[in-house]
């Protein structure tokens, strides 16, 4: 289906359930508990298990994913609901050593110390690696913070012909910009909490896959792990993907002309965005993404000349974190990301595209 068609239903999935007098905006329920006189009759009974407006939420994510979906209460909630209800005893697993470095922790400081085993590979190493013995494989592309990608059909053949379930994180997409479930991957997870939000004020996080029956254990891991997302939560979540093509069709148009002009600007020394053409990532972005995302990686000549840029600039929010409406950036090295002291990653906004690119050239020139 086209994203023209998916963006419209995102606005009125709720349509053919509604009756008279129903408000259009799906009802923020707030519920511990619920009234149950007979527990034989079935239907809400505890917080834990179901919420009508998580539910709301995964009707509407589940459109966008053209899957089912469980909502977590952040990305990370669900980076971990998918991997505690996939790996089993002994499981060998391959994450991105390049990728979202919180993830790495947790299987650093969690998973291996349960007698899992976990190796890493770089982004773009996943398409030619010999997957023999190995349960998961974890892809993140484009990686965040380098923006390497990996062709994930190629992946997913390498994955299924060893035995191994492909894991995508999604986030620094969306499904309106690369669809890993389409090309043949198990389970997607993602953070909400960047673009499909979208307004930097809740954190979310969703797992998506077409095995109904691995999502059921998702979903049981949810209510027994307690990872359980807030009422509120869910519905600001709804709320942000109503308008999540539009923005993202901006941002990408915007981040497109900002990367070009970054490769010709003299204080910027590498740029990295999958829609240049002169960018390695490009070959594989053009076949099976369908637009080259908001990100852009860009590296200045030390710390301190991207500090000056970041602090001059008016219309960039110096904060962790991407996809929302205001763009945002930061030096990752600050973190420990290994990157160069003056890389910078650049999450582009809403924001009119001339107006920012001549608030950033100002800051360029005088950092
Ligand atoms: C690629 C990626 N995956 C997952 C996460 C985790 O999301 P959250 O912060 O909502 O837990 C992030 C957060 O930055 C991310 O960049």
């Not at 390497?148 to 190629?154: R, S």
């Not at 519905?235 to 901006?250: A, F, K, M, Y």
């Not at 020394?269 to 999958?274: F, G, H, K, T």
Request: aromatic letters at 8%.
């Amino acid at each position: 289906m086209d994203n023209e068609r998916i963006a419209a239903q995102l606005l009125h999935h709720r349509k053919a359930r509604l009756v008279q007098g129903d408000p259009i905006s799906p009802p923020l329920v707030s519920a511990a508990t619920y009234h149950v006189p007979d527990h034989t009759k079935g239907g809400y009974s505890y917080g834990r298990a179901a919420n009508p407006t998580w539910e709301e939420l995964e009707a509407q994510l589940s459109l966008l994913e053209a899957a089912p979906v469980v909502a977590f209460p952040s990305g990370m909630a669900a980076i971990s609901g998918a991997l505690f209800a996939m790996a089993g005893p002994g499981a060998r697993i391959v994450l991105p050593s390049d990728g979202y470095y919180n993830t790495r922790l947790l299987a650093e400081e969690f998973l291996k110390p349960l007698g899992l085993h976990v190796t890493y590979l770089p982004t773009t190493g996943f398409e030619t690696a010999d997957f023999t013995g190995i349960s998961i494989v974890f892809i993140e592309t484009p990686s965040n913070p380098a923006l390497d990608v990996c062709d994930i059909a190629a992946v997913v053949a390498r994955a299924r012909a060893a035995g191994a379930r492909v894991v995508a994180d999604n986030t620094t997409m969306t499904p309106l910009l690369q669809r890993p479930l389409d090309l043949g991957v198990d389970v997607v997870v993602a953070a909400d909490t960047k673009a499909p939000s979208g307004h930097s004020d809740v954190l979310f996080g969703h797992v998506a896959s077409r095995d109904v029956a691995l999502l059921d254990r998702v979903r049981n891991w949810r209510r027994l792990s307690g990872a359980v997302p807030g009422a509120f939560e869910a519905w600001l979540v709804h709320r942000g993907i109503e308008t999540l093509e539009v923005r993202l069709s901006r941002m990408c148009a915007t981040a497109g002309v900002i990367a070009d002009r970054l490769t010709r600007h003299p204080k910027v020394l590498a740029v990295r965005y999958p829609g240049l053409a002169t960018d390695p990532s490009h070959a594989i972005a053009k076949r099976q993404m369908a637009g080259f995302g908001f990100l852009i990686g860009f590296t200045m000549a030390d710390a301190e000349i991207a500090e000056r840029f970041l602090a001059s600039c008016p219309f960039v929010a110096q904060s962790t974190s991407f996809g929302a409406t205001h763009s945002s950036a930061e030096r990752r090295a600050r973190w420990g990301d290994p990157m160069p002291e003056g890389f910078i990653r650049f999450s582009v906004g809403v924001e009119p595209t001339e107006t920012l690119w001549s608030a950033m050239a100002d800051a360029l020139d005088q950092a």
